[in-house]
């Protein structure tokens, strides 16, 4: 079971300095440009460093009982051509393309299931405080497609536990620094000294004024802070930086049910905003009236 969000209360945090602030607190110094401030509410903690085992987090289940896990779910979300689906979740054809390197593939067995915030780098950052089902639920959370990812299986591995002042993709750097910092906010997650230095010169580079995100109150609870929204656009790219999609632009794709849909947080589907999705979806569309799955 994902856990519910209770109604959130929004916290501005100003960008006032050009230093970041001591251990524990809040990360509020980002250099963008002033008339750019972002609000990134961050908490700059040193790790937790002992206690990681894999087995904690329960992951790749088959939460709703369809015979697809979380990894084959995922394929199925992101694929660029749907594939079919045989016996047991069989995925059969199908494309997609890798995030992190543009790659495109029509062998989904060369694609891992990357965790945008690596388990043991979850743990790290504040999960060694969760329980059991908190754990299992991040490690197979389809309802942010920022959380879980398709992408070629060599960068997953090269990534491995690495946060960005370490490790960054050859492709759509903006958006991953914006979607690792989503997420980040979403679970109430810290960040270490070298990781808040990364992200304070990677923000400014990547002209990063604002990010949509909502951090679930349970996991705020856990961490003892107050639960938070962002809102606004995601990015906002320099001449410098790629062109980067917004995190919650999510991909045309075709959906079996409404329910996968509303996981992947496309619905309702018009045809008056967006003619391609709802083609592809019309069959969702029960009574023909131009929204699917409203």
Request: glycine share 4%.
């Amino acid at each position: 079971m994902y856990e519910k969000s209770l109604r959130v209360k929004t916290v501005t945090y100003l960008l006032v300095s050009t230093t970041l602030l001591a251990t524990t607190t809040a990360l509020s110094a980002l250099t963008a440009p002033a008339a750019q401030a972002l609000d990134l509410p961050l908490t700059v903690a040193a790790d937790q460093l002992s206690g990681y085992e894999r087995s904690l987090f329960k992951h790749w289940i088959d939460a709703d009982k369809d015979r697809c896990d979380t990894r084959r779910e995922v394929l199925i979300q992101e694929a660029v051509v749907i594939p079919k689906l045989s016996s047991g979740c069989v995925l059969n054809g199908g494309k997609w393309v890798s995030a992190y390197d543009a790659l495109a593939t029509t062998d989904y067995s060369t694609l891992d299931i990357d965790h945008m915030i690596p388990l043991s780098e979850a743990w790290r950052s504040g999960a060694w405080k969760w329980s059991a089902a908190q754990r299992e639920a991040f490690a197979n959370d389809l309802t942010d497609p920022r959380v879980l990812i398709a992408v070629t299986a060599s960068l997953n591995r090269q990534k491995g536990d690495q946060d960005p002042s370490t490790w960054l993709p050859p492709e759509n750097k903006c958006t991953y620094v914006s979607n690792w910092i989503a997420v980040k906010v979403r679970y109430s997650l810290t960040v270490d000294p070298s990781e808040a230095n990364a992200l304070t010169s990677l923000v400014s580079q990547c002209n990063i004024t604002s990010i949509k995100a909502s951090s679930l109150s349970a996991y705020a609870i856990t961490a003892g802070i107050n639960p938070i929204t962002l809102t606004g656009p995601a990015t906002a790219p320099t001449a410098t930086a790629e062109p980067t999609l917004a995190p919650e632009t999510y991909k045309i794709v075709k959906y079996s049910t409404c329910a996968k849909a509303r996981a992947a947080g496309v619905t309702p589907i018009l045809r008056s905003k967006n003619q391609t999705l709802y083609n592809l979806n019309r069959a969702l569309d029960r009574d023909k009236d131009g929204v699917a799955c409203e």
